[in-house]
């Protein structure tokens, strides 16, 4: 019998793009390998770009909706799809219920929110032994007690033509080096770079003859207006792209400067010189997996809190990470 994959994906960009790895490992050993991929509305330009993958289907849940009767229907659907497998990659009841209602014989995951009765492999997590999600993410493709192959990096494919399409529609160019910045996080203030930062490097990154977009979406507008007003030759792109493009535009980069946030491993997934910049969150946990990437933190000892506000109100991790230090970190990256 044919295997036939079905992953769940995650509901965070960024997470989706960390289990490119586990697709790759997927495919490998297939001739044909039929991975196809259950993913939330705005995950699905990320795994439009995944080499490996069949068919997107798209989940049409709310953040935290059971909708039980919604679910049975869009399993029905799945079951007549013939998966042999179905990976669950996040750790909810919820995201386990469609690949059990769906009758699909191997379903892997981890044990996660009491579950382990929906799942035919409900894995156990060691986060010492794996400590990045993406080495979480592979490992479920790997049977128990062997050993855990060590994840290539995410490698998205950029759409050219949409890229090429996108860059007359905003009447960008190539002429100058590109510095694209992002100074968005959707998870939460703790994770963005003060705009005055970003300010202070966009305006020596000008002064270098840098080209300046801003990138991200519409929720990341309101980061970065103060640094498109602050300085006119900035062009503020944010919110007039979808994720596709995006990801598409982040691949004409010179340099990204990004918070840990979606658009910081597309960045890297696209192969793009990059500054990623840590405050709140962990480079431990999800760090830009590309040779190019170089990390800016700072080491103090409430950092990582993975808050989505600063709990102690003084926001040291990012106010006291220097422009200086990231531009020289720029610099580096690009040259």
């Known amino acids: 019998m044919a295997e036939r994959i079905l992953i769940v994906a995650p509901s965070w960009v960024g997470d989706a793009i960390l289990s490119e790895p586990l697709v790759a490992v997927l495919r490998e050993p297939l001739e044909e390998p039929i991975v196809d991929v259950l993913a939330p509305p705005w995950c699905a330009p990320v795994y439009a770009r995944v080499r490996g993958i069949g068919n997107i289907i798209e989940s049409p849940f709310r953040h935290g909706e059971l909708g039980f009767k919604r679910r049975r229907a869009l399993a029905r659907e799945i079951r007549s799809r ?27 995951g981890y044990a996660g929110e009491a579950r382990g009765a929906l799942l035919t492999e409900a894995r156990r997590l060691d986060q ?29 494919v950029p759409n050219a033509a949409n890229a090429a399409a996108a860059m007359r529609a905003l009447t960008l160019s190539t002429h100058r080096p590109i510095a694209i910045l992002c100074p968005g996080a959707e998870y939460g203030p703790a994770k963005r770079w003060p705009a005055e930062h970003f300010i202070s490097l966009a305006r020596r990154l000008l002064d270098d003859a840098y080209a300046v977009w801003l990138l991200g979406s519409a929720n990341d507008q309101p980061a970065a207006m103060p640094i498109a007003t602050a300085i006119a030759g900035v062009r503020d792109l944010t919110g007039r792209t979808d994720l596709g493009t995006a990801i598409d535009l982040m691949s004409l980069a010179t340099v ?63 106010r006291e990470l220097e422009p200086e230090a990231v531009y020289e970190l720029a610099r580096l990256a690009s040259s």
């Open 82 to 108: 013939g998966y042999t497998r179905a990976f669950v990659l996040p750790n909810s009841l919820k995201s386990a219920l469609i690949p059990w209602l769906a009758g699909i014989p191997r379903r892997i």
């Open 128 to 156: 010492r032994a794996f400590p990045r999600l993406v080495d979480r993410f592979v490992a479920l493709a790997v049977p128990k007690g062997s050993l855990i192959p060590t994840p290539p990096a995410p490698v998205l």
């Open 256 to 318: 990204v400067v990004s918070n840990d946030s979606g658009l910081m491993h597309a960045a890297a997934a696209v192969g793009r010189p990059l500054v990623a910049l840590f405050g709140s969150s962990s480079p431990e946990y999800t760090p830009p997996l590309s040779l190019l990437a170089h990390v800016a933190r700072i080491d103090i000892v409430c950092s990582p809190c993975f808050q989505r506000e600063c709990p102690l109100g003084h926001f040291k991790c990012m």
